[in-house]
């Protein structure tokens, strides 16, 4: 998938060159290396005002070719360009900016032995004592170009993720450090180099100078950051890359903090559901008592391997017919009766055994006798002789 972006960009390229003082006091560095190709150089997202896809604080290397840095319209952009020291704001001198921030210009651009050069004059005092003293040598093109979000190769074998097109060269600014790499600066024709060693870091390349302690320190953090990228995080039975899969890795962190959260909640449940020995004394009591009564109820009861809900509800099933099971019930069938509907009938049975006990006499149904026909037409009781009233 290609994605088009249309950028300013500070592109960092040291440069050597031959310098030599004009009578005017003017710097002329001829033949000032700006920058290379084909090449991969690394960028931040953050630098593009970030980028949809990429994660900032990560390096990306993008992509230039020789077609294109050394393209007619890139070159023919570079020629006149103003020399500033340092980028100006946004990356760009134009008419409103150039005269508080042009050191010189940058003249006789061209193509040779791989690298895009020029010829440039500094006519600030300023600029010349920082290259004179090789306190500021290397040089950074500020241009306008599409960033291409494109994966590749480079002739090299350096793997990319994009790809610069149609750059448009803006100035070329006197900076500390290069990101093109330190052959590109401007200094003398055979500069006297000093004992260096190259460092990357978070993907870009710094010579340190005769430092050993320095260098050794910046070496030992490059070890370290390439160590946690190339680590392995395991979870339970899950192994996740660190430097690619964080969010897989939070995925599974989240769902653990979710689940000890629910386990917690659960947690005064089980303590309240626990067993202890008091408890299992209650139950052990509780259950004697039910088979105590339902064997009292029904004696051919079978409490073995029963639970006691079990227990009471064979005893209820037993009692069906009792006006006062139906009445506890309010009709419904012992096996689809709620549990405490259950417990009820169970105590109320126990505690009313007995067909001729009073309590149970009051859920008897009563009635009226009824007539049929002529047949008895006196609804008064029939007395007994003597109840019967004497004759006059």
């Not at 149609?166 to 000093?194: K, M, S, T, W």
């Amino acid at each position: 998938m290609k994605k088009n972006f249309h950028l300013k960009i500070g592109d960092f390229a040291p440069s050597q060159s031959s310098r030599t003082l004009s009578q005017e006091g003017f710097l002329l560095c001829v033949g000032a290396k700006l920058a290379k190709a084909p090449q991969v150089r690394n960028y931040y997202p953050e630098e593009f005002g970030g980028i949809e896809g990429f994660k900032e604080g990560f390096a990306f290397g993008v992509y230039t070719s020789a077609e294109e840095l050394f393209s007619k319209a890139t070159i023919s952009s570079a020629e006149g360009r103003d020399a500033t020291n340092s980028h100006p704001p946004g990356n760009q001198v134009n008419a409103a900016t150039w005269q508080g921030y042009s050191i010189g210009d940058l003249t006789n651009v061209r193509e040779e032995d791989g690298y895009l050069v020029g010829d440039l004059l500094i006519k600030d005092k300023n600029a010349i004592e920082q290259i004179q003293t090789n306190e500021k040598i290397e040089l950074s093109l500020g241009y306008a170009a599409d960033l291409i979000i494109e994966s590749g190769v480079a002739p090299d074998g350096t793997p990319y993720h994009a790809v610069f097109k149609n750059i448009q060269v803006n100035h070329v600014a006197l900076v500390h450090y290069g990101r093109c790499g330190g052959d590109c600066r401007v200094g003398d024709h055979n500069p006297n180099p000093e004992k260096t060693m190259k460092i990357i870091v978070d993907g870009i390349p710094f010579d340190v100078a005769d430092n050993e302690a320095l260098a050794a320190a910046l070496k030992k953090e490059q070890d370290q950051l390439a160590n946690l990228r190339a680590a392995k995080l395991k979870i339970g039975d899950q192994e996740f890359s660190i430097a690619t899969e964080l969010d897989a890795v939070q995925a599974v962190a989240d769902q653990m903090v979710t689940s000890n959260k629910q386990m917690a909640e659960k947690i005064p449940v089980l303590e309240a559901n626990q067993a202890t020995p008091e408890k299992l004394e209650a139950m052990a009591a509780d259950r004697a008592a039910v088979i105590q009564d339902a064997k009292k109820l029904d004696p051919n009861i079978k409490t073995d391997g029963c639970t006691c809900e079990q227990i009471k509800r064979e005893v209820i099933k037993a009692k069906a017919g009792d006006a006062l099971v139906t009445a506890v019930l309010g009709g419904v069938a012992v096996g689809d009766a709620a549990v405490d509907r259950i417990d009820t009938a169970f105590r109320a049975l126990a505690a009313t055994t007995g067909t001729m006990n009073p309590a149970n006499q009051l859920f008897q149904p009563t009635s009226t006798p009824t007539q049929v026909g002529d047949e008895n037409k006196n609804t008064q009781p029939k007395l007994e002789k003597w109840q019967q009233p004497l004759s006059p």
